[in-house]
């Protein structure tokens, strides 16, 4: 399995360094440039001119791509041209925020998705599986940015439950660290519903294709007919390998919540990576720009790749070669 994964990695590099590439000159060749955000009235036009000398940007397009490489392949992807800091720590700064997000997304995703899912297919023709599979259907076609301004003018606005906005109050670096993590979860509830909601309707009606296939099984007859409760049934023998192909949504579920993020944190005025990635691209700062879609693009080869060895770790039948 090392051998495979050390594979998928090597042949990930090249790909990954096309994107940055095919990223690079995109972005160039659109209209604007950093320093027309200089050109205005009262500034004096040889501000705008001195930023483009400093940046590089005045050089032919192929040279600033081979400085560019040149910088990329020591591990240096630049200053960011709106915050004067190095990119990477302008993203480290915002990572563990949407990681957050990201991770308490996935979580709620998998468990009320995969409840739900065999709640539907266990009550199947029922009234409550005609009511989820309905609930989930509109769920799964509400957008993410309707949704969330629905959310906080009732939540917030009108009953005031949750806040709008931000990760935590004013003052609350004053409290104790108990406090502290209820101020940041209370923030968090809105964002991370919006979230999860959608990927939790998806799942469950995936779910519950899976498990009205399984549940047709002679193995699973035989194990009613030995006496078993159906509760065993249902969660030991036909969930356990239902289960299997939900394990490849995993890989993809990381990197889609990383994207989704983009419009919750600009949405709720969240600091995180989405946040960061539209002020970039609104500033024409290319090399946040960049180093953001280097980020985007190794959740996305990462989430792939795990997929597969969660997928033949859990099916002992998978062999990676």
């Known amino acids: 399995m090392f051998s495979y994964v050390l594979r998928r990695i090597l042949a990930a590099i090249p790909l990954i360094f096309g994107v940055l590439t095919l990223t690079f000159f995109i972005i160039r060749l659109a209209p604007g440039d950093p320093a027309s955000f200089f050109i205005q009235p009262g500034v004096s036009p040889k501000v705008a001119e001195q930023m483009r000398e400093q940046y590089g940007l005045n050089d032919p397009l192929l040279v600033q791509y081979v400085k560019w490489l040149g910088n990329v392949l020591q591990g240096d992807f630049g200053r960011s041209f709106s915050r004067h800091r190095p990119v990477f720590e302008v993203i480290l700064e915002a990572v563990p ?21 065999v709640i539907s297919a266990v009550k199947q023709g029922t009234l409550l599986d005609r009511s989820l599979t309905v609930g ?42 108990f406090d502290y993590l209820l101020d940041r979860l209370h923030h968090l509830v809105l964002p991370i519903f919006v979230l999860s909601l959608g990927g939790t309707a998806g799942l469950a009606r995936y779910v519950r294709g899976q498990m009205l296939e399984v549940i047709r099984q002679d193995y699973i007859r035989t194990a009613r007919a030995k006496g078993l409760s159906e509760r065993v049934v249902i969660f030991k023998h036909a969930l356990r390998n239902a289960l299997l192909p939900v394990v490849t949504i995993l890989g993809a579920s990381l990197p889609a919540l990383f994207s989704g993020a983009l419009f919750i944190e ?20 290319y090399p946040l720009i960049i180093a953001n879609t280097f980020i985007s693009g190794t959740l996305i080869v990462l989430g792939n790749l795990l997929a597969d060895v969660l997928y033949a770790v859990v099916d002992p039948r998978i062999k990676l070669n």
């Open 266 to 285: 600009v949405i709720f005025a969240i600091p995180g990576m989405g946040r960061i990635t539209v002020d970039a691209i609104f500033s024409r700062d």
């Open 97 to 117: 925020i949407t990681l957050t997000l990201a991770v308490i997304g996935i979580a709620m995703e998998f468990i009320f998705g995969i409840l739900l899912g």
């Open 136 to 177: 989930a259907l509109v769920i799964y076609s509400m957008p993410e940015f309707w949704l969330s301004l629905m959310l906080i003018i009732v939540f917030s606005l009108k009953l005031g439950w949750f806040p709008a906005s931000n990760l935590n109050s004013v003052g609350a670096d004053s409290l104790d660290t």
